[in-house]
């Protein structure tokens, strides 16, 4: 099977919620393993395009919704709350539950997202708005970091929205770490005040590595490539001026943040690991 192709990796197709694509394999599953109402069945779609991100990265998944247009066969919509990756094959799986535009509530199934047929992918705008603030916030503390002259060599983002941070390899002496919080967070409001814009571009491997080592050699760029790809490249985002092989989703610019007051929240260092917690003000 084909890897799916996500329109999302691009820059226009980052800010893309809407696709149209075909079926290739569609799953319904019954909780009591029977046939029963289509209302109480779980749905799994593989699709050869998506607009919706799956999970992975440090980002959580898209929730949306994949609506048949086979009116023919009666309109089904599959309300998606989980996509996933196949890393291997490049396959991604929309999981969810189905709806239908009528009355009709049978259990025949064989009409449903027949392979070839074709769907329009729509990606929850509200979700992902929330999900790429979070992410873009996330690169600004890379950022802010490198501002404040401290660079450490990443190893973890958590762009969740139950509590984001950053983590580096490295530690700041304790008696360092106040007077250092409150620079980093000036530096980090600086950079949303100066709302520069995102880039994003795929690049072959050799100068992927050249953009985001330049530095500090904290990447390894053939974590970030495809086995399926006979040339392989690195999708490398640019926030707040900073390169970093990314596959998640962002907004166009640092000033995006300041609505929601996106800002450093604290500081932690334990077993040679720094970790800077962030997130909007309101929280």
Same mark, same amino acid.
């Given at each position: 099977? #084909? ?7 691009? $820059?226009?197709? %980052? ?7 075909? &079926?290739?394999? +569609? ?13 109480? #069945? ?27 247009? %086979?009116? =023919?066969?009666?309109? $089904?919509? #599959? ?9 291997? =094959? ?17 259990? &025949? ?24 603030? +979070? ?29 984001? $941070?950053?983590?580096?390899?490295? =530690?700041?002496? =304790? ?10 967070? !000036? ?17 072959? &491997?050799?100068? #992927? ?8 050699? %904290? ?10 790809? !006979?040339?392989?490249?690195?999708? &490398? ?5 900073? %390169? +970093?092989? +990314? ?11 300041? !609505? ?17 917690? $962030? ?5």
């Amino acid at each position: 099977m #084909a890897a799916t192709e996500l329109i999302h990796l691009s $820059y226009d197709g %980052n800010f893309q919620l809407e696709t149209d694509a075909k &079926v290739i394999l +569609c799953k319904v599953i019954f909780p009591s393993g029977e046939e029963e109402p289509l209302s109480s #069945a779980k749905i799994e779609l593989q699709l050869d395009k998506t607009s919706m991100h799956p999970q992975g990265g440090g980002q959580p998944t898209d929730i949306g919704s994949i609506q048949s247009n %086979n009116e =023919s066969d009666g309109v $089904y919509t #599959a309300q998606i709350d989980k996509v996933t990756i196949d890393r291997d =094959s490049g396959v991604v799986t929309h999981s969810g539950s189905i709806t239908l535009s009528s009355s009709d509530n049978s259990a &025949v199934t064989d009409a449903i997202f027949t392979p070839n047929s074709s769907v329009k992918v729509s990606v929850d705008p509200t979700n992902r708005q929330l999900l790429s603030e +979070c992410h873009t916030a996330g690169h600004v503390v890379d950022a802010a970091m490198a501002r404040c002259q401290k660079l450490l060599p990443p190893t973890k983002g958590y762009h969740f929205l139950d509590g984001p $941070y950053v983590e580096y390899k490295g =530690s700041i002496d =304790s008696k360092d770490r106040e007077e250092f919080l409150s620079q980093l967070q !000036e530096a980090y409001q600086q950079l949303i005040d100066e709302d520069i814009h995102t880039q994003i571009q795929t690049l072959p &491997v050799d100068e #992927a590595e050249e953009l985001c080592n330049r530095l500090a050699q %904290n990447f390894n760029m053939r974590d970030f490539t495809s086995p399926l790809d !006979e040339n392989p490249s690195v999708r &490398v985002v640019t926030v707040a001026g900073w %390169n +970093c092989p +990314c596959g998640g989703t962002h907004v166009r610019s640092t000033g995006v943040l300041k !609505e929601r007051g996106w800002c450093v929240k604290g500081l932690r260092c334990r077993k040679g690991v720094v970790r800077v917690r $962030y997130g909007p003000k309101e929280d």
